[in-house]
């Protein structure tokens, strides 16, 4: 027998590498966190789907009854009783959301570039605190002391840009009408979104900022260039947070507003407009049951209208985001 032979050692099963044994035995501890956390992802989307079928089953006698011809002249279909109330939610919640981004943007902006942070750190934690503020205190805090201040700024509006279509119109004391309605709800939003657009600012590579103020640019330049598009995506999705919370606003647009139902463009008139919200709260203690079907169709209508503007926000985030 030669040595060769006899040296030549066997073949060995190779075993599997420590990756593929973890992957394949998980631990029990592991199996539960992964079924928590499947199930609590689940949990929301079947929340929001029993909400959704909530709402659609209670409205249904409304929108059946609005199908009869009853042949009464002053019957209001459920199209002439809901569009109103849209058309004052989202008007009043963009004209907040126009007052409140340019603001947030520069307190921002200030906060993360330009103030000391001495200085920057007790000015953020306000910000903080004042998003915990209830929705009722801004209420009073409108109807209360910011009607009477307005006043003189509404009727100078009124008299010398009265030609302009927002401001026309026969504005009338006390100024419980959607302009106020409408700063109320700005301020309300605006610790959400200059909240988040911080936190984006913050996020931007210094080494980027660096080399912008190397190449020459002012600090000015170097914020146009450098840390605006970098937080673009960042400012829409906090300005998509506040138009959500502006949208849904209830107690203080009902303590500040002088309820009608109109389509009217002069926000300056009182008892033009009124929001979904405010009308469901206002309405909702007393009602009949055909009433409160009504009531909750516009729920429905107003949950629709969220999750569509939600959709449209995470779209533009992530093509900013890819751009």
Do not use: C
Request: charged residues 10%.
């Amino acid at each position: 027998m030669s040595t060769s032979a006899a040296a030549t050692p066997t073949p060995q099963k190779q075993s599997d590498p420590p990756e593929t044994k973890a992957r394949t035995a998980k631990r029990p501890g592991d199996l539960i966190f992964s079924g928590l956390s499947i199930g609590s992802g689940l949990l929301i989307f079947l929340t929001l789907l029993l909400v959704a079928v909530f709402l659609t089953i209670r409205s249904l006698p409304a929108i059946q009854s609005s199908r009869e011809v009853t042949g009464d002249a002053d019957a209001v279909s459920l199209l002439e009783y809901t569009a109103p109330l849209v058309f004052g939610t989202v008007f009043a919640a963009v004209l907040a959301l126009i007052m409140a981004v340019p603001v947030a943007v520069g307190i921002a902006l200030f906060i993360s570039h330009f103030a000391p942070r001495r200085l920057a750190t007790p000015l953020g934690f306000m910000i903080d605190l004042l998003a915990a503020v209830p929705s009722v205190v801004f209420g009073l805090w409108g109807g209360v002391w910011l009607v009477p201040r307005l006043e003189p700024l509404y009727m100078w509006l009124n008299t010398y840009l009265g030609w302009i279509p927002l401001f026309g119109g026969e504005p009338s004391a006390p100024m419980r009408n959607l302009a106020t309605a409408s700063v109320v709800l700005a301020v309300m939003i605006l610790p959400i979104i200059t909240a988040v657009s911080r936190e984006v600012f913050l996020q931007t590579p210094r080494l980027q900022e660096e080399a912008a103020l190397a190449l020459g640019a002012t600090r000015f330049e170097t914020i146009r260039t450098v840390v605006l598009p970098f937080g673009r995506s960042g400012v829409v999705s906090a300005s998509m947070l506040g138009l959500g919370r502006a949208l849904g606003e209830t107690m203080a647009v009902l303590m500040v507003l002088s309820p009608g139902s109109s389509f009217s463009l002069h926000i300056l008139e009182v008892g033009r407009h009124n929001s979904i919200a405010a009308n469901i709260a206002s309405q909702s203690a007393e009602a009949t049951p055909d009433v409160m079907a009504r009531l909750i169709f516009t729920g429905l209508v107003l949950f629709v209208i969220t999750f569509v503007i939600n959709a449209i926000a995470r779209a533009v985030v992530a093509r900013s985001t890819q751009g």
